[in-house]
């Protein structure tokens, strides 16, 4: 009986084990098609005359040489459309320049990170502009205050200088009655403040109250500069974008279903999505929006490139983010290019690739 049981195990342990190893993936075949599903998005792909090319692109190129797997291409529009074609088929790698995400994790598998980055601010070069709105407020909530002391400041000895001048034989030329003659003594006094008055008064209260509004109205010119100056530079400063906290209740363009939209959305910003980064980046430059917050490579090369002179990055990166390749669930590839990604590291490779394709400031 015992004889019978032991081969029964043995026979049942047998039958897992190969149950076990035909459920495993076959290992990818030296020399076989891999279909890469990417995007153009300069300098990470570009489109080169209907090849692709750029860092990642040349970074895939290098992997592929050394695990002997040859690569076609699809490029897609969007990033969702990547996505589903590594999820769905037929792509069985999407590389460009995709965050690695705990929400995309859950869908994907993701190599090594190939790339450190974070997002960027792109706006207007010469800072944003105030709307219309942004200079009301400031003249009705700031500059109006200061103007109506002005106007006090002028018809309060407006009105003493017409009672005792208006029938002393004054060379200030009035008439006896209150209109029109009050606005010709305003006009008078205005220019004795601003210190271009010809005629003066005869009686030597009149003459008294002219001498003091001399000093007055000089006074207040220099206040009043002052004031306006500090306030409107005050009202730039506020106007314009320099730090991730002063994009909240501004319209900010970015790319749908990218980390920066996302992130957009958490802080109340007023999100203007594109389908692909170049929309969002021109947005910027067309003044359709206050400014866009994408991946900072991006924006950067875009700012040295196409607009050129035109836009510029606001501010340092922030929140960073890694890139990384993208696989289908239980991919066997991942973990030959896994290998082959810290090898590229470790030889220098890597660093070279990175020093060719953004700079010395960005290599690490």
Known sequence: MRPIIGRFLVLLLCLTGLGAAAEEPAPAKTGEVV????????PFVIDDHGKVSGFSIELWERIAQRIDVKTEYTVHATLPELLDAV??????????????????????DFSQPMYDSGLAILVPE???????????????TQLLPALLMGALLIAIPAHLVWF?????GSDIPMTETYYPGIFQVVYWVATLMGGQAENFPKRPI????????????????????????SALTVQQLKSGISDPSDLAGKVVSSVEG???????????????????????????????????????????????HEGRGKVRLAGPMFRQEKYGILFPQGSTLRKRVN??????????????????????EESS
């Not at 279909?35 to 300069?42: G, H, I, Y």
């Not at 109340?268 to 389908?275: G, I, L, S, T, W």
């Not at 590229?344 to 953004?358: I, P």
């Open 164 to 168: 005792l001048e208006r029938r002393a």
């Open 87 to 108: 999820k769905n088929g037929p792509a069985k790698v999407g590389i460009a320049a995709i965050s690695i995400t705990a929400q995309r994790e859950a869908l994907f």
């Open 206 to 229: 009149s003459k008294v109250i002219a001498v003091a509004w001399i000093y007055v109205g000089l006074t207040f010119v220099a206040y009043f500069t002052a004031f306006a100056t």
């Open 35 to 42: 279909t890469v599903a990417t995007r153009v998005l300069p």
């Open 126 to 140: 010469g800072g944003s502009t105030s709307s219309l709105l942004d200079v009301v407020m400031m003249w009705s």
């Open 258 to 304: 990218s980390t920066a939209s996302r992130y957009l959305a958490s802080i109340r910003a007023e999100v203007v999505n594109f389908p692909t980064a170049l929309e969002a980046m021109q947005a910027v430059e067309k003044h359709k929006v206050a400014a866009a917050v994408y991946d900072a490579p991006v924006l950067r090369h875009f700012a040295s």
């Open 339 to 360: 290998e082959e990604l810290l090898r590229l590291r470790e030889d220098g490779t890597y660093q070279e690739l990175q020093q060719r394709w953004f700079g010395a």
